[in-house]
């Protein structure tokens, strides 16, 4: 079954750290570009990351660059969202998505469609509260 599962979510002071993770079961992460996702109570949902299957290449959202960090392990079939100092408007569902990028050319110069993307996982909710 080809799903992805998101982890690592919870409650968390402003200030804070978190670390979300994406598994990916049924397929290899390895020919897919990976975006992060989140959606607040009565809000559209945004893209705040994106990772393509070039080193290096990521891309963030202004609401969250250089607070937010997104890394693969491909090894581990795991993308991650690494989210320091939060805010209590980062309080969201986060979900991740994958499109496949078999020719390895995509560049993440901004977060893919949600709708164009290929799987989706649930979410994890993230609330930052004092």
């Known amino acids: 079954q080809l799903q992805l599962v998101e982890s690592g979510g919870g409650l968390v002071q402003p200030g804070g750290s978190l670390r979300l993770s994406c598994v990916a079961s049924g397929f290899t992460l390895d020919y897919y570009v990976i975006g992060w996702f989140r959606q607040a109570p009565g809000k559209e949902r945004e893209g705040v990351s994106c990772?393509?299957?070039?080193?290096?290449?990521?891309y963030y959202s202004d609401s969250v660059k250089g607070r937010f960090t997104i890394y693969r392990d491909n090894a581990k079939n795991t993308v991650y969202l690494q989210m320091n100092s939060l805010k209590p408007e980062d309080t969201a569902v986060y979900s991740c998505?994958?499109?496949?990028?078999?020719?390895?050319?995509?560049?993440?110069?901004?977060?893919?469609?949600?709708?164009?993307?290929?799987?989706w996982g649930k979410g994890t909710l993230v609330t930052v509260s004092s």
């Open positions: 998505a994958v499109v496949a990028d078999y020719s390895g050319t995509y560049w993440c110069d901004g977060v893919p469609n949600y709708s164009g993307m290929d799987y």
């Open positions: 990772i393509s299957r070039s080193v290096g290449n990521t």
